[in-house]
């Protein structure tokens, strides 16, 4: 490693070939302790506490629904900070972290966004998704008209970095970038839920790059989701589904 740092040294730059990393690259992990390993332990619950936890989890996350009417109640800032780091502990593809939150509550954003989304909406129920699609949505009444868009105090939109830059400005691989921020924004939509908050994975088909511009985010970010967060509004209706028993979704070998 060392030699890859002497940089006048024609040898460096061999070693540099076949690891497959630039000196910088190397460099930034030494100076990151990357190849440092700590202790790792968590404090050990008693079986019954276990049980218990675990139960009391499920049905908490069994009160989440998709919810498409907000009130326009305020949030305190610091709960979304919250959510947000949440969603920031998990895993990702050789830890590269391949997520950016925007976190909207200005009305006047929030507008522009609605727009954005309600014009290309409506050409994708009207021509883009088809028939059958369409059909398939009806139980959630849900169309391109999205008054939650300015209704509910926050949106989080959900940004996937399919590469990163590393400070030289060579592109930096983001392996799994899209499980890694589907499991991110899993975390994030359980904190929601955890802080007695609502909101619905709205994907907002074809919009993405309107978006991007809209929110100065560079090429590198893809607009994967968009998330309403707030209270439902007081006359907040859901479709009445029901989930499947754990006997259609566990197989137990
Ligand atoms: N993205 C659209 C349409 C939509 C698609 C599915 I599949 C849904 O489960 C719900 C909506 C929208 O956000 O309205």
């Not at 061999?14 to 404090?43: C, H, R, W």
């Not at 895993?91 to 014009?119: C, F, L, N």
């Not at 799994?176 to 609502?198: K, R």
Request: with cysteine.
């Amino acid at each position: 490693y060392i030699r890859v740092f002497d940089k006048e040294n024609d040898v460096g730059s061999n070693i540099e070939e076949e690891v497959g990393e630039t000196n910088d690259q190397v460099f930034m992990s030494i100076m990151k302790n990357e190849d440092v390993q700590i202790p790792y332990a968590l404090p050990r619950l008693q079986p019954v506490a276990m049980i218990q936890k675990a139960q009391s989890f499920y049905e908490l996350m069994n009160t989440r629904r998709s919810c498409r009417m907000f009130s326009d109640e305020p949030v305190p800032r610091e709960v979304i900070d919250n959510i947000i780091k949440a969603a920031g502990t998990a895993p990702s593809g050789a830890h590269t972290e391949p997520w950016t939150y925007v976190v909207i509550s200005q009305k006047d954003v929030k507008m522009k966004i609605r727009e954005i989304i309600e014009e290309e909406e409506e050409i994708n129920y009207r021509r883009r998704m088809g028939e059958k699609w369409v059909n398939d949505l009806k139980t959630f009444k849900t169309d391109w008209i999205k008054p939650y868009l300015v209704e509910a105090p926050y949106l989080i939109l959900v940004f996937k970095q399919t590469y990163g830059l590393w400070p030289n400005g060579q592109k930096k691989t983001h392996y799994y970038n899209d499980l890694s921020v589907a499991i991110s924004v899993g975390i994030m939509v359980s904190a929601i839920t955890n802080a007695g908050l609502c909101s619905v994975t709205s994907t907002p088909l074809n919009a993405g790059v309107r978006l991007r511009d809209l929110l100065g985010r560079p090429v590198n970010e893809k607009c994967v989701i968009l998330l309403p967060v707030g209270y439902p509004a007081k006359n907040a209706k859901v479709p009445n589904l029901q989930r499947k028993p754990l006997k259609d979704i566990a197989i137990y070998c």
